[in-house]
Structures are given as C-alpha cells and as structure tokens.
C-alpha cells in the first residue's frame, strides 16, 4: 500500500527530475500536499530506502508478475 495505493485523496505522479519543482510548486499554490517517494533515474530505482535495485529488474517482474499469477509463461 505505501507504494502503490491511490485512494481517491491521493496519487502517484512521475515526472522528469528538471520538472520536480514545477509540480511541487504547482501543487502548493493549490494548497495540495506532496511527498516525494523516491527517484528513477539512469538504470536504477530508488524509494526511501524501500526499494533500491535495476530498473530491468523492477520492470521483469512487473511484466512477469501477472502471468506467473495465473500459472502462464511470459
């Protein structure tokens, strides 16, 4: 849940690193809270010390978790 859930009060936005601030600012002129959970830049993913590994891994068991789910091959 600390990752991936979106109640209706909350979501996850990704953007570029160079346009962190604009969105940051914009949300605040808003009066909308934000929380940076993590940075993906390069070949690697980061989250609050969550998460820290290849982004082909991230992305291999993304696209691999489905499939294994319903006992097909990928």
């Keep these: ?19 962190v601030p604009l969105v940051e600012n914009m949300a605040a002129a ?3 809270p934000t929380v940076r959970l993590g940075l993906a830049t390069g070949d690697r993913i980061s989250i609050k010390g969550l998460v820290d590994g290849s982004l082909a891994d991230a992305r291999a068991r993304f696209d691999d978790r489905l499939p294994e789910a319903m006992g097909v091959g990928s």
Excluded: G, K, Q, Y
């Design 1 to 19: 849940d600390a990752l991936f859930n979106e109640a209706p009060s909350r979501v996850v936005v990704a953007v570029p690193p160079d346009n």
């Design 30 to 32: 808003l009066e909308v």
